[in-house]
């Protein structure tokens, strides 16, 4: 099955084909960072007229890519949910228009499901069950991953997530947006020791995240050091991925389990890549990432998962339907075990 994947959950367009044999022919992603950024964030209107703009070119170059024709997609998969409503409407519009003039089946896919099965785009595949990490702006999420389809969350963030931290740390430090890449990159030439910042509900039982407190933990230090930006960004991205480590060993150790699939956006932080590769060799874990680049939002994870669903029936109807906020913890799902 050829499954065309489109993803316009925030401020990426992301379109790809998932061949459920051949594994991935072609994707292209398109960022709006140079469109958002002399506003330091997403806007919600722009970015769904930009994905207005891109997405039916996009369309035609990735098939193009792929050497297929319209006629040889067996099914269209979009991002229905969590996301801007706007912007997921453009891809859910489309997507569904397309299946219906093309007269094969459509699925919404929930974006954060996308980020748990990205790491099966690659050669080097987790098995069932493992633990899943979830870290991006929006979200930071622990995850029992029993088999596709079937998630229990463990622990999540009550504030901001692990993403969202970094933007908002980097720009109380006055880096460019986005925050997140710029204050990693900043924290290379810095101090990791020279501050000591809190680990939020690391001293408490149970799997949640807290974060906020380390924005203005770093807010208040800038004030003392206003001289020590690289310092302080060092500090930062310590306090946040030892965190994240403490709670996945935690977590690790209650389940019993022998494989970590990391992805979203913060996942190819590089610091977070290092340490947590010294823990699963320590904890004799497998530990599983996304490549680079599908650590972002993009298509091909979103193609993938409404892959998986397509081949086990699964299916909409004509209605279009888009969530803003929607629980991983409540999707039905007819999945088995099997790849």
């Given at each position: 099955m050829?499954?065309?994947?489109?993803?316009?959950?925030?401020?990426?367009?992301?379109?790809?084909?998932?061949?459920?044999?051949?594994?991935?022919?072609?994707?292209?992603?398109?960022?709006?960072?140079?469109?958002?950024?002399?506003?330091?964030?997403?806007?919600?209107?722009?970015?769904?007229?930009?994905?207005?703009?891109?997405?039916?070119?996009?369309?035609?170059?990735?098939?193009?890519?792929?050497g297929?024709?319209?006629?040889?997609?067996?099914?269209?998969?979009?991002?229905?949910?969590?996301?801007?409503?706007?912007?997921?409407?453009?891809?859910?519009?489309?997507?569904?228009?397309?299946?219906?003039?093309?007269?094969?089946?459509?699925?919404?896919v929930?974006?954060?499901?996308?980020?748990?099965?990205?790491?099966?785009?690659?050669?080097?595949?987790?098995?069932?069950?493992?633990?899943?990490?979830?870290?991006?702006?929006?979200?930071?999420?622990?995850?029992?991953?029993?088999a596709?389809?079937?998630?229990?969350?463990?622990?999540?963030?009550?504030?901001?997530?692990?993403?969202?931290?970094?933007?908002?740390?980097?720009?109380?430090?006055?880096?460019?947006?986005?925050?997140?890449?710029?204050?990693?990159?900043?924290?290379?030439?810095?101090?990791?020791?020279?501050f000591?910042?809190?680990?939020?509900?690391?001293?408490?039982?149970?799997?949640?995240f807290?974060?906020?407190?380390?924005?203005t933990?770093?807010?208040?230090?800038?004030?003392?050091?206003?001289?020590a930006?690289?310092?302080?960004?060092?500090?930062?991205?310590?306090?946040?991925?030892?965190?994240?480590?403490?709670?996945?060993?935690?977590?690790?150790?209650?389940?019993?389990?022998?494989?970590?699939?990391?992805?979203?956006?913060?996942?190819?932080?590089?610091?977070?890549?290092?340490?947590f590769?010294?823990?699963?060799?320590?904890?004799?874990?497998?530990?599983?990432?996304?490549?680079?680049?599908?650590?972002?939002?993009?298509?091909?994870?979103?193609?993938?998962?409404?892959?998986?669903?397509?081949?086990?029936?699964?299916?909409?109807?004509?209605?279009?339907?888009?969530?803003?906020?929607?629980?991983?913890?409540?999707?039905?799902?007819?999945?088995?075990?099997?790849?």
């Amino acid at each position: 099955m050829r499954v065309l994947g489109i993803e316009t959950s925030c401020d990426e367009t992301g379109i790809a084909i998932v061949d459920s044999e051949k594994g991935l022919l072609a994707h292209e992603l398109y960022s709006q960072v140079a469109l958002h950024a002399e506003y330091g964030g997403v806007v919600p209107e722009l970015a769904s007229r930009d994905h207005i703009q891109k997405i039916l070119p996009m369309i035609e170059r990735v098939i193009e890519k792929a050497g297929l024709r319209t006629e040889d997609i067996d099914g269209v998969a979009y991002t229905s949910g969590p996301g801007l409503v706007g912007a997921l409407l453009v891809g859910a519009t489309l997507g569904r228009s397309l299946a219906y003039a093309w007269n094969v089946p459509a699925i919404g896919v929930h974006h954060m499901e996308g980020h748990l099965l990205a790491p099966f785009l690659e050669e080097r595949q987790p098995e069932f069950p493992f633990l899943a990490l979830l870290v991006s702006g929006g979200h930071t999420m622990l995850i029992d991953v029993e088999a596709f389809g079937k998630y229990r969350v463990l622990g999540e963030s009550v504030d901001d997530a692990a993403g969202e931290a970094f933007d908002k740390t980097a720009k109380i430090l006055g880096l460019s947006y986005p925050g997140g890449p710029a204050l990693a990159k900043l924290a290379l030439t810095g101090d990791r020791k020279r501050f000591k910042f809190p680990r939020p509900m690391t001293d408490r039982p149970g799997l949640d995240f807290s974060f906020s407190g380390l924005k203005t933990f770093a807010l208040n230090t800038l004030q003392e050091n206003p001289d020590a930006k690289a310092d302080i960004a060092a500090a930062f991205e310590d306090a946040v991925v030892n965190t994240l480590r403490i709670k996945c060993e935690r977590a690790l150790k209650e389940g019993m389990y022998r494989q970590l699939v990391v992805s979203g956006g913060v996942s190819a932080n590089l610091y977070l890549r290092e340490l947590f590769d010294k823990m699963g060799a320590e904890h004799g874990v497998d530990v599983f990432y996304p490549r680079q680049e599908f650590c972002t939002d993009n298509g091909a994870m979103i193609a993938f998962a409404g892959c998986q669903r397509l081949l086990r029936g699964e299916h909409v109807g004509l209605e279009i339907e888009v969530k803003a906020r929607w629980s991983l913890d409540s999707l039905s799902s007819r999945f088995s075990s099997d790849v």
